[in-house]
């Protein structure tokens, strides 16, 4: 997913120079991918679905930050029928491909009260795959608690660092899939696309950030990821059972 994040710093651009200017340049090229797959997309809004209940209890206000190009807002659409889904980018290119999607979608950064809404307006934040692109993950978790109502809903999902792979290629002295060391191309670890991810968690550093501001963890499942090999995708649907060892960690919180 493309992240709605502050302005990369100095350092961040001079690190991507001279292919990209920095990371906005690298979110803005309409070849990076900006879509996660379906099976994570549809646990997530299973969960969401759940929490908030039909709408015939009242329509609901639900955030999807980072939309990318909206197809994972569309894939959880019919699940919470009823309920204002809004699509938020900082990528005006992503946000072009949302429009085709999603009834809205509009333009915010994860900076201080650089979301377009006021405090306390949204029942709940979608927040997929978004969080390992950025900059300053603290800074946007304050956002998100800050136009979430009390008690309001945080669906997160991010790759897991501890994936049952990656640990197998730890023990290999290979690069765990996910992580990165460069902007331009690949290095030191399976796969072909290089996707920007800054930060990577475990299921246990994922709570305790979470925790730390200011939510309560309702729930902590796992999810398969698309771009495991065709025959190793049965082990990585049984890996669920287990989010430690999942390769999508998909995290529900509430608004303390």
């Known amino acids: 997913m493309t992240p709605a994040t502050s302005t990369p710093t100095t350092a ?8 990209r200017r920095g990371l906005r340049d690298f979110y803005e090229d309409p070849s990076v991918p900006v879509a996660s797959g379906t099976p994570r997309s549809l646990r997530q809004a299973r969960m969401l679905a759940a929490a908030l209940g039909p709408a015939t209890a009242g329509a609901r206000t639900v955030l999807d930050i980072g939309c990318g190009d909206g197809t994972a807002a569309a894939t959880a659409a019919p699940l919470l029928a009823g309920h204002r889904l809004v699509g938020v980018d900082w990528s005006q290119d ?24 006021a405090d306390a307006s949204a029942d709940a934040v979608l927040f997929s ?24 809903h945080l669906m997160l999902s991010t790759p897991n660092l501890a994936a049952w792979y990656n640990r197998a290629l730890l023990l290999a002295g290979v690069q765990p899939v996910f992580s990165e060391v460069s902007l331009r191309a690949i290095h030191g670890r399976p796969g072909r696309e290089v996707v920007g991810h800054l930060r ?4 246990r550093a ?21 771009g495991v090999p065709r025959p190793l995708r049965p082990l990585d649907r049984l890996a669920c059972a287990a989010p430690a060892l999942s390769s999508i960690l998909l995290l529900h919180a509430r608004r303390t």
Do not use: K, Q, W
């Open 129 to 152: 795959e978004v969080i390992e692109h950025l900059v300053d993950p603290d800074s946007a978790l304050d956002e998100l608690r800050r136009v979430l109502r009390p008690g309001g």
């Open 12 to 19: 961040s651009v001079t690190a991507a120079a001279p292919a």
């Open 94 to 117: 992503a946000l072009r491909r949302a429009h085709a999607r999603l009834p809205y979608a509009i333009r915010g950064e994860l900076t201080d009260g650089g979301l377009p809404f």
């Open 206 to 226: 994922l709570r305790e950030f979470v925790t730390a501001a200011g939510f309560e963890v309702v729930r902590l499942s796992g999810a398969p990821f698309h």
């Open 200 to 203: 990577l968690y475990t299921a």
